[in-house]
């Protein structure tokens, strides 16, 4: 049974470029929820998707968006990439909005 | 808003001390208490949890009990190994909003043999 898988796993962008990271969910899951990490600190809450729709958002600008797909699996696209966007950018599913998240690897962003 | 307060690291101890991380929270309500483990190059792993008030979560030989009266949830285990090298992380999720999780700043711990 795969778990959380993310790609890729890393990757390297200019400012100004935009950039999208996939997540496939837990297998039975239907629910996505992602994060960031910057180094040396715990993981933020960007969002979370549940069918199909962004269910709640903390506190990121507009240029992160998400999205979801019919097979639960989800992009997440940021736009005009500053250099504070570098991170490692972890993706969680779950079986529900309220369940138990599990963690991918994450994707490791680095931003010149 | 909500927070967590976990201890600085590194923390450094030799194999069978015994270890204390010391988490404590703000949040209104009755939040959702966690401890999730990073051991390099892999995902965030849930450890343990407590839901409410005086739960004692645990797993691995760690444990942690949920103490409203001091808003705390303060990570111990016995008897450490090396291969619990790892950074550690306390997270609550809000009571109003069970769907996101807010995590401390993480504390790196290093067991030497």
């Known amino acids: 049974d795969a778990g959380v898988t993310q790609s890729p796993t890393h990757l390297i962008k200019t400012r100004g470029q935009q950039v999208t990271l996939r997540c496939s969910p837990k297998?039975?899951?239907?629910?996505v929820s992602w994060y960031q990490q910057a180094l040396g600190q715990g993981p933020q809450f960007i969002f979370q998707?549940?069918?199909?729709?962004?269910?709640q958002r903390g506190n990121f600008p507009d240029r992160f968006s998400g999205h979801q797909f019919p097979n639960y699996s989800s992009e997440l696209n940021v736009n005009a990439l500053l250099l504070g966007d570098s991170a490692l950018y972890l993706c969680a599913s779950s079986l529900g909005p309220q369940d138990e998240q599990f963690f991918g690897p994450g994707t490791r962003l680095t931003v010149l | 808003g909500d927070s967590v307060t976990q201890m600085e690291g590194p923390v450094t101890l030799s194999e069978e001390a015994f270890l204390t991380i010391n988490c404590t929270y703000t949040?209104?309500?009755?939040?959702?208490l966690f401890w999730y483990v990073q051991y390099p190059g892999e995902g965030l792993q849930l450890l343990l949890k407590?839901?409410?008030?005086?739960d004692k979560g645990s797993n691995k030989g760690f444990e942690a009990t949920y103490r409203k009266e001091t808003t705390s949830f303060h990570l111990e285990k016995g008897s450490v190994q090396v291969s619990d090298s790892a950074v550690y992380f306390c997270a609550l999720s809000p009571y109003s909003s069970a769907s996101k999780i807010i995590f401390g700043s993480g504390t790196r711990l290093s067991i030497r043999p």
């Open positions: 949040a209104t309500g009755y939040p959702s």
């Open positions: 998707y549940y069918e199909e729709e962004e269910r």
């Open positions: 407590a839901t409410k008030a005086d």
């Open positions: 297998s039975g899951h239907d629910t």
